[in-house]
């Protein structure tokens, strides 16, 4: 790869906290480095139709605190084709574009995967509320929608005590459950349905809330992540087996707004940054991750291979909580 001098930097698929970070921070390192930096708007869909901005640093300046993506996002079907992609190209040659930082989950890295096989070069920084991205421990976005779920679910708590009511959240999370199980421990819910554990309703639901009940409460917190299927059905559910009407509260996209946290803004700012350093120093095709603390680099093909799994200790953790629970026997 010959001496960079203009990148793109765009934001794809969910928007999560903490993007806005990330963007200011490859701007900035990459005018340090005498680099360059064109904001393509509204992810691969941008980039096929040629919708960009000039950056420098007065242009993301104030926005580390903002939520969402000051480029937006969108999700592209055009780009997932081969037509789609060639025109894609088009724009980086026409922009004179040496390579894209593409911040985004999976699906914004396959599409930089397919980018880069047509010799676009490419670096990934991973930013999705799910955190379900195989290469890395963690990604941005993840621990300020945390924390506006557990501050929504605190507030439904108190008023489920005044009522002596049953309360089901869905959270956000697609097929993955890190934020639910996360969420279900830091506010010590009755139970938690995630999508990597089969579903035994009577065990999972109706023998919790009784083993609640028994030991003396009387409001209960059931936290479902999306990837279970409808809070609602699960809400009937509840009503038919245990006879309590429950109120479902589905939390949606509240999770991938406001400020982002410390952990966001910190974690964001260090995986721009060495975006823009593999550029720099000659090396594209990968993805950003954090490892053990550590940013570092894995190749995109390699990183697209790996899977994430949940840590089922922590849901044996969350069911040791439970008063009158037991230890599941479900093993990893």
Not at 40 to 66: A, E, K, M, P
Not at 184 to 189: D, E, H, L, P
């Amino acid at each position: 790869m010959g001496k960079i001098k203009r990148i793109g930097v765009l934001t794809s698929g969910g928007d999560a906290p903490g993007m806005n970070a990330a963007v200011r921070a490859v701007v900035r390192t990459a005018l340090d480095c005498g680099i360059e930096c064109i904001g393509i708007r509204r992810g691969w869909q941008g980039l096929i139709t040629g919708d960009f901005v000039r950056l420098d640093g007065n242009s993301v300046g104030h926005i580390l605190s903002r939520g969402g993506t000051i480029l937006y996002t969108a999700r592209s079907e055009e780009f997932m084709t081969e037509k789609g992609q060639q025109k894609a190209v088009s724009t980086c040659k026409m922009l004179g574009l040496d390579g894209i930082v593409a911040i985004g989950g999976d699906g914004t890295f396959r599409g930089a995967l397919a980018l880069s096989r047509l010799g676009i070069p490419v670096v990934g920084v991973p930013a999705t509320i799910d955190n379900d991205v195989g290469c890395t421990n963690y990604t941005i976005g993840f621990d300020t929608a945390c924390n506006t779920a557990i501050e929504c679910i605190d507030r439904l708590r108190d008023t489920m005590q005044s009522h002596e009511r049953c309360s089901v959240v869905e959270v956000m999370g697609r097929n993955a459950g890190f934020l639910a199980l996360y969420v279900g421990i830091a506010v010590g819910a009755t139970a938690v349905l995630v999508p990597e554990k089969p579903l035994d309703f009577q065990k999972d639901v109706v023998e919790r809330i009784q083993d609640s009940r028994l030991a003396g409460n009387t409001h209960f917190m059931i936290v479902v992540a999306e990837g279970v299927g409808s809070a609602v059905d699960i809400g009937k559910q509840i009503k038919e087996s245990v006879g309590i009407d429950p109120r479902v509260t589905v939390l949606g996209h509240i999770q991938r707004g406001g400020s982002p946290n410390a952990r966001d803004r910190e974690t964001a700012t260090r995986m721009g940054y060495a975006a823009v350093r593999a550029f720099a120093e000659g090396r594209g095709n990968v993805i950003i991750c954090t490892q053990e603390g550590w940013v570092v680099e894995t190749p995109i093909e390699e990183a697209l291979e790996k899977k994430k799994h949940l840590q089922m200790d922590r849901y044996k953790i969350m069911e040791a909580m439970q008063l009158g629970g037991s230890i599941s026997s479900f093993d990893d």
